[in-house]
């Protein structure tokens, strides 16, 4: 009896079993079913625009992530193989070895992965062995969704008004029962990579704050829908709350699906009237997600240039000690001060004072948006490649569907507003607990008899601010102002 021709399921970023079409049509044909993960760095370096390699805390996620996905498919019988190398001829070299009838993979709506793919593809067809291909990673899929100049939309609310008016996406897939593989195939062990910091282990704070996986994934999806979405459109914004659903490094890496999310949400929206406002307002930052990949397809190098062109003419300032002092979290500003570290610790940041971060960053110290947005795509374990340069694209006031450039945060009326009680920065920055809620977001207005009962030395224990936020403001908007006069 010949054993049947094995199908390779190509993984990518969608490192889960449910809801992954290609998982699920190559295990409903019957045929034997070998996971793929290659780590290419060769072919992403020669793609126009490159696709870009992984920051350092997106590395150390991806290793978490492949181990719970090798053990996900051991125990539904498959088999998960490592390889290093070209995408297409990784692929085509594993088809060959194992006698593949075919490899099947989930579509990636993103210039570089799909050039990739085309490679992949080709190599595949000169050996007669067919590829499929499934859409899985949006809701809509850009090409579904144009305006009359056939480009993405750039305005979210509109853009979101048609996603809805589309209506639901398909229901998600279930995970396979059963699978089969083969066994004996040579795989790169995981350890071998180098994805995880070793000398020095700076991922303490990541292993201490996340469980990467799609275990875990649809587990904080459950429990923030059974716990954490009443209050959520007000609870979201403020980061001494747990009032986010922290599924974003999740999303970023397939570990649960945009329509896993959307149709649980819908659920249990059903389930309770209730919860209807609170359920819209999270449904719109999925939303969101999805409105900046749209961008990002038709705008690959959205991390490189500015989606409103005459901001090619703003002149940016470069100071490596204002850049160090925000980086390390030290600029004088507790509520940004708070979120930097926040950042360095977890590899995450609350969606409120990352705005407030950034504006700091793009328009009190007048730094180039691409900087800051380099330094998240290291640090952040949900850095996604449409989200993070459009959300600082927004803030910069250059980005498709940007905020006003005028609308320059105030770091003190944003902590005060958003942290009351100062829970938040007494929690990531604790050199200043001892303050009263009136002085925490503003220390450097305490008496000092103030700052010594609270053991506070400005300058020494905690620095003033690098800059006055009155004549940060005034100065950065006679900077936009001056590209204005040129345009």
């Given at each position: 009896?010949?054993?049947?021709?094995?199908?390779?399921?190509?993984?990518?970023?969608?490192?889960?079993?449910?809801?992954?079409?290609?998982?699920?049509?190559?295990?409903?044909?019957?045929?034997?079913?070998?996971?793929?993960?290659?780590?290419?760095?060769?072919?992403?370096?020669?793609?126009?625009?490159?696709?870009?390699?992984?920051?350092?805390?997106?590395?150390?996620?991806?290793?978490?992530?492949?181990?719970?996905?090798?053990?996900?498919?051991?125990?539904?019988?498959?088999?998960?193989?490592?390889?290093?190398?070209?995408?297409?001829?990784?692929?085509?070299?594993?088809?060959?070895?194992?006698?593949?009838?075919?490899?099947?993979?989930?579509?990636?709506?993103?210039?570089?992965?799909?050039?990739?793919?085309?490679?992949?593809?080709?190599?595949?067809?000169?050996?007669?062995?067919?590829?499929?291909?499934?859409?899985?990673?949006?809701?809509?899929?850009?090409?579904?969704?144009?305006?009359?100049?056939?480009?993405?939309?750039?305005?979210?609310?509109?853009?979101?008004?048609?996603?809805?008016?589309?209506?639901?996406?398909?229901?998600?897939?279930?995970?396979?029962?059963?699978?089969?593989?083969?066994?004996?195939?040579?795989?790169?062990?995981?350890?071998?990579?180098?994805?995880e910091p070793t000398r020095p282990d700076w991922a303490g704070g990541l292993r201490e704050t996340w469980t990467p996986g799609e275990a875990a994934a649809q587990a904080r999806l459950k429990r923030f829908l059974d716990e954490g979405i009443s209050g959520y459109a007000d609870d979201r914004d403020r980061p001494d709350r747990d009032g986010t659903s922290r599924l974003s490094p999740h999303l970023r890496f397939g570990e649960i699906s945009p329509r896993q999310v959307f149709h649980a949400a819908r659920f249990a929206a059903a389930e309770d009237s209730r919860l209807a406002g609170d359920i819209d307002k999270f449904l719109s930052e999925l939303g969101w997600r999805e409105f900046?990949?749209?961008?990002?397809?038709?705008?690959?190098?959205?991390?490189?240039?500015?989606?409103?062109?005459?901001?090619?003419?703003?002149?940016?300032?470069?100071?490596?000690?204002?850049?160090?002092?925000?980086?390390?979290?030290?600029?004088?500003?507790?509520?940004?001060?708070?979120?930097?570290?926040?950042?360095?610790?977890?590899?995450?940041?609350?969606?409120?004072?990352?705005?407030?971060?950034?504006?700091?960053?793009?328009?009190?110290?007048?730094?180039?948006?691409?900087?800051?947005?380099?330094?998240?795509?290291?640090?952040?374990?949900?850095?996604?490649?449409?989200?993070?340069?459009?959300?600082?694209?927004?803030?910069?006031?250059?980005?498709?569907?940007?905020?006003?450039?005028?609308?320059?945060?105030?770091?003190?009326?944003?902590?005060?507003?958003?942290?009351?009680?100062?829970?938040?920065?007494?929690?990531?920055?604790?050199?200043?607990?001892?303050?009263?809620?009136?002085?925490?977001?503003?220390?450097?207005?305490?008496?000092?008899?103030?700052?010594?009962?609270?053991?506070?030395?400005?300058?020494?224990?905690?620095?003033?601010?690098?800059?006055?936020?009155?004549?940060?403001?005034?100065?950065?908007?006679?900077?936009?102002?001056?590209?204005?006069?040129?345009?």
């Amino acid at each position: 009896m010949t054993r049947a021709q094995p199908i390779i399921v190509w993984f990518r970023d969608d490192l889960r079993l449910s809801d992954h079409p290609a998982l699920h049509e190559a295990a409903a044909s019957g045929a034997p079913v070998v996971g793929l993960y290659v780590r290419d760095e060769e072919s992403r370096a020669l793609m126009p625009p490159a696709l870009r390699r992984l920051g350092g805390a997106t590395r150390w996620w991806l290793a978490q992530s492949l181990r719970a996905l090798g053990k996900s498919l051991t125990m539904a019988g498959g088999s998960l193989v490592l390889r290093t190398g070209p995408a297409a001829s990784v692929i085509a070299t594993l088809a060959r070895e194992i006698g593949a009838r075919a490899v099947f993979w989930n579509d990636i709506a993103q210039a570089p992965h799909q050039a990739v793919a085309r490679e992949v593809e080709a190599a595949l067809a000169s050996d007669s062995i067919d590829s499929q291909i499934f859409r899985g990673d949006l809701l809509v899929e850009p090409k579904a969704l144009r305006n009359k100049d056939n480009r993405a939309l750039r305005v979210f609310t509109p853009f979101w008004r048609r996603v809805q008016g589309l209506g639901d996406p398909p229901r998600p897939l279930p995970a396979p029962k059963r699978l089969t593989s083969i066994g004996g195939i040579a795989s790169d062990a995981l350890d071998d990579w180098g994805l995880e910091p070793t000398r020095p282990d700076w991922a303490g704070g990541l292993r201490e704050t996340w469980t990467p996986g799609e275990a875990a994934a649809q587990a904080r999806l459950k429990r923030f829908l059974d716990e954490g979405i009443s209050g959520y459109a007000d609870d979201r914004d403020r980061p001494d709350r747990d009032g986010t659903s922290r599924l974003s490094p999740h999303l970023r890496f397939g570990e649960i699906s945009p329509r896993q999310v959307f149709h649980a949400a819908r659920f249990a929206a059903a389930e309770d009237s209730r919860l209807a406002g609170d359920i819209d307002k999270f449904l719109s930052e999925l939303g969101w997600r999805e409105f900046c990949r749209h961008l990002l397809f038709d705008v690959p190098d959205m991390a490189d240039r500015n989606l409103q062109e005459l901001f090619d003419a703003f002149r940016w300032r470069r100071s490596a000690l204002a850049l160090e002092a925000w980086q390390r979290g030290l600029t004088g500003y507790p509520i940004v001060d708070a979120g930097m570290r926040e950042l360095w610790h977890s590899g995450v940041m609350h969606n409120r004072v990352r705005m407030v971060a950034a504006s700091f960053l793009v328009k009190h110290l007048l730094i180039d948006w691409r900087t800051g947005e380099q330094w998240f795509w290291d640090t952040l374990v949900d850095a996604d490649a449409g989200s993070n340069p459009a959300n600082w694209q927004w803030v910069a006031g250059c980005g498709a569907d940007a905020a006003p450039y005028f609308r320059v945060f105030n770091p003190v009326l944003q902590g005060e507003k958003f942290d009351p009680d100062g829970g938040y920065v007494r929690r990531w920055v604790p050199e200043l607990a001892q303050l009263s809620n009136e002085l925490i977001h503003q220390p450097w207005t305490a008496t000092p008899i103030e700052l010594a009962s609270a053991g506070i030395e400005l300058g020494k224990t905690y620095p003033p601010p690098i800059v006055d936020h009155k004549q940060g403001r005034e100065r950065a908007l006679a900077a936009y102002a001056k590209i204005r006069r040129k345009d």
